[in-house]
């Protein structure tokens, strides 16, 4: 795999958000998720500047306030076709932040979601099984919680903190699908 980084402030992103699990707390480091989730692939990182517009059509998608303005995107292409997006996450999940790699399928659905950064107590930490719920799942009204997606007992802040997390990265990646189709 070879990863491209569009211009120094793609790396500067990277590493701000924790690449490394171990220093971050999270289970595993962005290169070995891409690597991972997209084999093969050449991963090209970009970072996408939102308009007022975009970011209002991502809110209103994904039913989230909290929409940055600044996108840290991976485009996994494998023989020149596109096979899979992958976007990071970064949000706080009760005081302290958490850095989640929403890997996409081609045809933008959730392919796997891997946390590289994690700040609040480990017990607050969403399990890998819970985090599988998500796999194959659309932006549709039953991506929530008490619907298709389980609750944590006990992390039910986390819970609430990676399903509008899930919801942002579909909204975004189909607002950006709209704008390149246009």
Known sequence: MRLRLAGGMALVLLMAA????????GRITREEALAAVFPGAEV?????FLTRAQRRAIGERARV??????VARYVATRDGAVVGRAYVDT???????????????ADGTVRRIDVTAF???IEYLPSERWLAQYDDRPLDDDLALRRAIRTI??????????????RRVLATDQVLARGAAE
Not at 18 to 25: E, F, K, N, R, Y
Not at 44 to 48: D, G, L, N, S, T
């Open 18 to 25: 924790g690449a490394g699990p171990s220093a971050q707390g």
């Open 44 to 48: 090209a990182a970009e970072r996408v």
């Open 65 to 70: 306030d909290d929409v940055s303005g600044l």
């Open 91 to 105: 949000h706080v999940v009760r005081t302290k932040r958490e850095s989640l790699l929403i890997s996409l399928h």
């Open 119 to 121: 700040l609040e107590p």
């Open 153 to 166: 007992a006990g992390a039910t802040l986390s819970g609430v903190a990676t399903n509008a997390a899930v």
